[in-house]
Every structure is written in structure tokens, then in C-alpha cells.
């Protein structure tokens, strides 16, 4: 069960990470909030959808 949350977790954050990367926002921001996924696997994603994506 942990290695399919792990899993779970990593394929999340590919997606966040890939939207980030198309996003419009400027060079800083982006590796900011890629910083942020990284860093924070559980959280980035969710900040960066209520924060970020705007």
C-alpha cells in the first residue's frame, strides 16, 4: 500500500510539475513553484492549484 501512495504521490507531482513548466507565468515563478512540488510532495501540488493557478 505505501509503494502505490508513493506512486501515487510521484505521478501527481510529474503532472503539476509539467503544468507548471506550460504554464504563462515568468522564469522565477515557475522554478519557484517547481521548488515548492518538489520540496513539499504533498502540499506543493494542492498550494500550487489554490495559489498559483490563477
Known amino acids: 500500500m505505501g509503494r502505490l501512495l508513493s506512486l501515487l504521490v510521484l505521478v501527481i507531482d510529474i503532472i503539476v510539475i509539467l503544468d507548471i ?15 515548492a512540488v518538489v520540496f513539499l510532495p504533498l502540499l506543493g501540488p494542492v498550494f500550487y492549484y489554490v495559489m498559483g493557478k490563477k
Not at 513548466?21 to 521548488?35: G, V
Open 21 to 35: 513548466l506550460k504554464s504563462n507565468k515568468d522564469t522565477e515563478k515557475k522554478i519557484l513553484w517547481i521548488i
